[in-house]
């Protein structure tokens, strides 16, 4: 035997503890056999089965939630889903220790036996119950559904319980995206009084894996690397173009609104969070709210926003509760559990909220915390606990009557000071009757229906024909119309899902002097002027800028904070000024559009 290391410790281990197992082993008589010694190592040694591969490769054992039926009972099955509900940590009696009458040989049987005992040394079948010695496990019961975004429409998530023992208690909570390998039983319903008692599908887990950290469901191979920085070395000299094309894939089918879906990007993509000496925590996400009038395409782009994210949740005003957007305490079998609402479930991802108007006002102020804070605290039915809220809010909401530009943001949406001070970048989309945009719009609009020569040689006729101003650069949008089509052909969208993912996991900006210089004098500038919009020009301002500057920053495919980023960031906070001198004559981002040179300019 080894002298040094593990074998050294292992001998002494067998000398310390099995010395007369050892003696007689060397005293037989035919030293060629092989003889057993049992070792007591450690009590409830699992072996956990860890799944790997596609659901592809095998169907049977990968089923989704809502395909589990009688043939998968008794099979390893592996289920991927959300946790929404997880129990309280109980002890439930895993083994007895019974003594035989007769003989009174000891021996341990499982506590829930549906066989008769009897032992090996003689026939009896008489026993007692040894009350002192038994073996316990920890037990937990939580609840997956089956992720939204892979249902089809009108289809309702399906739930399961899985059962969790021993180690595997208390390593996921609500709001974890979790694939769970073990296998299919049922159990009882819980007796209730006049209610026919059926056989439940149950999971008994036997290896969980969280996948919140890795984020599985983008994977980025290594020649699509390539590509994005094959892109950014083609438009080295104007990067500003580059960022156009990449903009132009997000909601191909909405014609302009170049403000909005640059707006869209950054709010995707992020600031960096920041984490001070005392562990006070600065988000690192920001929040976009679109004010407009009907029509405009606010609901379009919270559907695109929710297909780019890898974690989604879509809800409306009406629809939401406040209960529902945080956490709900549910009785179940006559304990209270918790089970996770909107927000927590989009951990990580973004939560789409339309008709953000039509809201209750206490069930607006339960969003507050989970806006800024990042956390949900929790204290209900004596259940009190903080839940973790990492995710993008992203609202739209129609303004209260005719939008009037001399009153505030407040007066307009009537959303509070406090709520609005929250959103990042607030965008007001009105719809002014102006007749050279109406004609490319529904140039656009019709060319996206024909899909034919005609219709774009209509489009072209069109901008040629009604181009008065050179305000909107229309021309050069004709002129380019070809080339443009190329480019967003580039970005489509499971490309733009997997670039935003690769930039907000891989660059982590710093701001340079120059930057920080032009957002502090903005930021100056804005305090001295708010008078009528004092919502919008709080210290919340200060951290929006830079947030949005970093967002450019790895939008731009780069891991410094330029001036160029800290001016884009300025201008996507005066776009929420709705009347502002900088951003065009109109202070309309409905009609903000792709320019030619936009890195002259």
């Given at each position: 035997m080894d002298t040094g290391g593990p074998g050294k410790d292992f001998a002494k281990f067998l000398i310390n503890n099995h010395s007369d197992d050892l003696r007689s082993i060397i005293l037989s008589p035919d030293p060629r056999l092989h003889y057993p010694l049992r070792i007591d190592v450690k009590d409830f040694v699992h072996v956990r089965v860890n799944t790997t591969g596609s659901a592809i490769d095998c169907p049977e054992a990968y089923p989704s939630i809502g395909h589990v039926r009688v043939k998968h009972r008794g099979i390893l099955l592996t289920l991927k889903g959300t946790v929404i509900r997880s129990g309280a940590i109980k002890m439930i009696e895993g083994e007895r220790e019974f003594e035989c009458r007769k003989c009174k040989h000891r021996h341990y049987e499982p506590s829930i036996q549906e066989w008769e005992i009897r032992p090996k040394y003689c026939e009896s079948t008489s026993f007692q119950l040894i009350e002192d010695y038994k073996i316990c496990h920890d037990y937990q019961e939580i609840k997956i559904q089956e992720s939204t975004q892979i249902l089809g429409v009108g289809a309702i998530p399906r739930s399961v319980p899985v059962i969790l023992k021993d180690d595997l208690v208390d390593i996921v909570k609500a709001g974890d995206d979790v694939i769970v390998t073990g296998i299919l039983?049922?159990?009882?319903?819980?007796?209730?009084?006049?209610?026919?008692?059926?056989?439940?599908?149950?999971?008994?887990?036997?290896?969980?894996?969280?996948?919140?950290?890795?984020?599985?469901?983008?994977?980025?191979?290594?020649?699509?690397?390539?590509?994005?920085?094959?892109?950014?070395?083609?438009?080295?000299?104007?990067?500003?173009?580059?960022?156009?094309?990449?903009?132009?894939?997000?909601?191909?089918?909405?014609?302009?609104?170049?403000?909005?879906?640059?707006?869209?990007?950054?709010?995707?993509?992020?600031?960096?969070?920041?984490?001070?000496?005392?562990?006070?925590?600065?988000?690192g996400e920001s929040h976009l709210l679109l004010v407009g009038d009907p029509g405009t395409g606010k609901s379009q782009f919270l559907k695109f926003a929710a297909k780019l994210s890898n974690r989604s949740v879509i809800t409306t005003g009406l629809g939401s509760t406040s209960a529902g957007l945080t956490v709900t305490a549910v009785k179940d079998g006559g304990e209270w559990m918790l089970e996770a609402g909107a927000l927590v479930l989009a951990d990580g991802g973004i939560c789409c909220i339309d008709e953000f108007d039509s809201m209750r006002e206490h069930d607006r102020a339960t969003i507050h915390e989970a806006m800024e804070q990042q956390t949900i605290s929790v204290a209900k039915a004596g259940l009190v606990t903080t839940l973790?809220?990492?995710?993008?809010?992203?609202?739209?909401?129609?303004?209260?009557?005719?939008?009037?530009?001399?009153?505030?943001?407040?007066?307009?949406?009537?959303?509070?000071?406090?709520?609005?001070?929250?959103?990042?970048?607030?965008?007001?989309?009105?719809?002014?009757?102006?007749?050279?945009?109406?004609?490319?719009?529904?140039?656009?609009?019709?060319?996206?229906?024909?899909?034919?020569?005609?219709?774009?040689?209509?489009?072209?006729?069109?901008?040629?024909?009604?181009?008065?101003?050179?305000?909107?650069?229309?021309?050069?949008?004709?002129?380019?119309?070809?080339?443009?089509?190329?480019?967003?052909?580039?970005?489509?969208?499971?490309?733009?899902?997997?670039?935003?993912?690769?930039?907000?996991?891989?660059f982590r900006p710093v701001l340079t002097k120059e930057a920080e210089k032009i957002i502090s004098s903005y930021y100056q500038l804005q305090r001295r002027s708010a008078t009528d919009n004092a919502a919008r020009t709080t210290v919340r301002m200060l951290e929006s800028l830079i947030r949005l500057a970093q967002a450019h920053a790895r939008l731009m495919f780069r891991n410094e904070v330029t001036r160029l980023d800290a001016i884009t960031a300025i201008l996507c906070v005066e776009s929420s000024m709705t009347t502002s001198a900088i951003v065009d004559s109109v202070g309309n981002a409905l009609h903000s559009n792709f320019t030619d040179n936009p890195d002259q300019e």
């Open positions: 039983t049922a159990k009882w319903s819980s007796d209730i009084k006049d209610v026919r008692c059926d056989l439940e599908p149950v999971l008994v887990a036997n290896h969980v894996r969280r996948t919140n950290e890795l984020k599985t469901d983008v994977n980025i191979p290594d020649d699509v690397i390539m590509k994005f920085k094959q892109f950014w070395s083609e438009f080295k000299d104007t990067p500003l173009q580059g960022r156009n094309a990449i903009l132009r894939g997000i909601c191909p089918q909405v014609f302009g609104l170049f403000t909005v879906k640059l707006a869209v990007a950054l709010t995707l993509i992020g600031g960096v969070q920041h984490i001070d000496v005392s562990g006070t925590k600065v988000r973790s809220t990492r995710t993008i809010v992203f609202g739209a909401t129609n303004p209260k009557g005719h939008y009037d530009p001399d009153q505030s943001l407040s007066v307009n949406t009537t959303l509070s000071g406090p709520l609005i001070s929250r959103f990042d970048i607030v965008l007001v989309l009105l719809d002014t009757k102006n007749p050279e945009w109406d004609a490319v719009v529904s140039s656009h609009i019709l060319a996206e229906v024909m899909a034919t020569e005609i219709s774009k040689e209509l489009l072209i006729y069109a901008m040629q024909h009604f181009n008065n101003s050179d305000n909107y650069g229309w021309q050069a949008e004709s002129e380019k119309v070809n080339c443009d089509e190329d480019l967003a052909d580039c970005w489509p969208l499971p490309m733009l899902r997997r670039y935003i993912h690769f930039v907000k996991g891989y």
